[in-house]
């Protein structure tokens, strides 16, 4: 079996890493940008602060702080006007996005619609996008996603709610910039969910069907990095050494997964974030003590090793015993940095019972529960989705 590995070109890591801005885009030959961020950014003075280094640096750019979370394609056809405007009566170069996975996202859907147009949904799975777009620097503000390192956009078909998974080479950034100073205002919430985004990227890409040594090792080190920190950075915003670890731990989850994929988390997840508006780690929050406890006997020594990475039990246990630790640790995580069940979160139980079928029809559709290491039917999704309610 071969693998077919895609990071991004350049990556500059560490404090102060966002003053690099314009050197980054000469190396990348950007010469008239479009910023993508939103209202936060600019609220926290990061858009500012980023803007001072260009025009210092004598490079013009556009912008759209617009960008919504979890973006449907509503508010990316927004974006994608202002990017045909172009610039002083030029096109736009490239693409800059500032901001967690939704400004990234949103980039890299305009990355593709720029020069080959269409709609969002013309370049969903089962469709691989691997012509060429414009090229993103994607420099994250939440250390969650992963997105500036994986070959995935992720955009909410605003006419059935679909989360529509794209995937390619289109996809993947040219650059990314991970300065942890930009971290350090996520409130609580934000840091926790997604900061159990980024480890279950880690923990399904381990445990996926197209793992590889690879993807293995990134995975790996994503554990190592998130699973003794999130407490740490979720009880103390300022604690730089947690948020560093959290940001290039979410880095290399996000390069394992895109090189391996995710599993059925994230298959049940999209569905949930899309119908219910969860934030997408909160809703992979909710599902990953159950969904680990029914794959676990389809892979015990993967699931093992990813207990023994995060620190929960030592090298020399039996797998069945770091196991059973590893479902102890998911579930005091969630308990400890309040996670919801779906109920708890105020869904309607109506609703919840009335979508289960189509919600498992479009997590199969993604593809992601076929890498899981235990395949489920449609029925066991829905049973999954009753397990975890209330
Ligand atoms: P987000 O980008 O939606 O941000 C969540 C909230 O936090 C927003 O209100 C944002 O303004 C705010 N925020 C961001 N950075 C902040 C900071 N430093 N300080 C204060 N507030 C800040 O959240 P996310 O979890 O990063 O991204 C979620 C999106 O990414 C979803 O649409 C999800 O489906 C997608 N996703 C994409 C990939 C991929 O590989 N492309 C992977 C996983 C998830």
Same mark, same amino acid.
């Given at each position: 079996?071969?693998?077919?590995?895609? $990071?991004?070109?350049?990556?500059?890591? *560490?404090?102060? !890493? #966002? =003053?690099?801005?314009?050197?980054?885009? %000469? &190396?990348?030959?950007?010469?008239?940008?479009?910023?993508?961020?939103?209202?936060?950014?600019?609220?926290?003075?990061?858009?500012?602060?980023?803007?001072?280094?260009?025009?210092?640096?004598?490079?013009?750019?556009?912008?759209?702080?617009?960008?919504?979370?979890?973006?449907?394609?509503?508010?990316?056809?927004?974006?994608?006007?202002?990017?045909?405007?172009? $610039?002083?009566?030029?096109?736009?170069? *490239?693409?800059? !996005? #500032? =901001?967690?996975?939704?400004?990234?996202? %949103? &980039?890299?859907?305009?990355?593709?619609?720029?020069?080959?147009?269409?709609?969002?949904?013309?370049?969903?799975?089962?469709?691989?996008?691997?012509?060429?777009?414009?090229?993103?620097?994607?420099?994250?503000?939440?250390?969650?996603?992963?997105?500036?390192?994986?070959?995935?956009?992720?955009?909410?078909?605003?006419?059935?709610?679909?989360?529509?998974?794209?995937?390619?080479?289109?996809?993947?950034?040219?650059?990314?910039? #991970?300065?942890?100073?930009?971290?350090?205002?996520?409130?609580?919430?934000?840091?926790?969910?997604?900061?159990?985004?980024?480890?279950?990227?880690?923990?399904?890409?381990?445990?996926?069907?197209?793992?590889?040594?690879?993807?293995?090792?990134?995975?790996?080190?994503?554990?190592?990095?998130?699973?003794?920190?999130?407490?740490?950075?979720?009880?103390?915003?300022?604690?730089?050494?947690?948020?560093?670890?959290?940001?290039?731990?979410?880095?290399?989850?996000?390069?394992?997964?895109?090189?391996?994929?995710?599993?059925?988390?994230?298959?049940?997840?999209?569905?949930?974030?899309?119908?219910?508006?969860?934030?997408?780690?909160?809703?992979?929050?909710?599902?990953?003590?159950?969904?680990?406890?029914?794959?676990?006997?389809?892979?015990?020594?993967?699931?093992?090793?990813?207990?023994?990475?995060?620190?929960?039990?030592?090298?020399?246990?039996?797998?069945?015993?770091?196991?059973?630790?590893?479902?102890?640790?998911?579930?005091?995580?969630?308990?400890?940095?309040?996670?919801?069940?779906?109920?708890?979160?105020?869904?309607?139980?109506?609703?919840?019972?009335?979508?289960?079928?189509?919600?498992?029809?479009?997590?199969?559709?993604?593809?992601?529960?076929?890498?899981?290491?235990?395949?489920?039917?449609?029925?066991?999704?829905?049973?999954?989705?009753?397990?975890?309610?209330?």
């Amino acid at each position: 079996m071969t693998h077919s590995i895609v $990071l991004p070109r350049l990556i500059r890591t *560490g404090s102060g !890493a #966002l =003053g690099q801005l314009p050197d980054l885009l %000469t &190396a990348c030959g950007v010469k008239r940008p479009l910023i993508v961020t939103d209202a936060t950014m600019v609220e926290l003075g990061y858009l500012a602060r980023l803007g001072q280094g260009l025009a210092q640096a004598g490079i013009k750019s556009g912008l759209f702080d617009a960008t919504e979370p979890e973006p449907t394609e509503t508010s990316v056809l927004v974006a994608e006007a202002i990017l045909r405007a172009g $610039l002083d009566g030029q096109a736009f170069d *490239g693409l800059v !996005a #500032l =901001g967690g996975g939704s400004a990234i996202d %949103t &980039a890299k859907a305009l990355a593709v619609l720029g020069p080959h147009g269409g709609r969002m949904r013309d370049y969903k799975v089962p469709r691989i996008v691997d012509e060429p777009g414009l090229p993103v620097i994607a420099i994250p503000t939440t250390a969650g996603t992963g997105s500036e390192a994986t070959r995935v956009t992720v955009i909410t078909d605003p006419d059935n709610d679909e989360k529509m998974l794209c995937m390619g080479l289109a996809f993947m950034p040219v650059a990314a910039i #991970l300065d942890p100073d930009l971290t350090l205002s996520l409130p609580p919430r934000v840091t926790a969910d997604t900061g159990i985004d980024a480890l279950t990227h880690a923990i399904e890409a381990y445990v996926s069907r197209k793992a590889s040594r690879f993807s293995d090792q990134q995975a790996l080190a994503a554990m190592r990095l998130i699973a003794p920190n999130l407490r740490r950075a979720f009880h103390d915003g300022e604690d730089r050494q947690a948020r560093e670890a959290l940001l290039i731990g979410a880095c290399f989850g996000g390069i394992a997964f895109s090189n391996a994929s995710v599993a059925l988390v994230h298959g049940m997840s999209r569905p949930i974030g899309a119908f219910f508006h969860v934030p997408h780690g909160l809703s992979n929050a909710m599902l990953l003590p159950a969904v680990t406890t029914w794959s676990i006997p389809a892979a015990p020594t993967r699931y093992a090793d990813c207990a023994r990475a995060m620190g929960v039990v030592g090298d020399g246990v039996s797998d069945e015993i770091a196991n059973t630790a590893l479902l102890d640790e998911l579930r005091a995580l969630n308990a400890e940095l309040g996670v919801p069940t779906p109920a708890g979160f105020g869904i309607q139980p109506e609703r919840w019972q009335q979508l289960r079928p189509l919600m498992a029809e479009q997590a199969l559709a993604s593809g992601s529960p076929g890498n899981n290491p235990r395949i489920p039917t449609h029925d066991e999704i829905i049973a999954l989705y009753d397990e975890v309610w209330g």
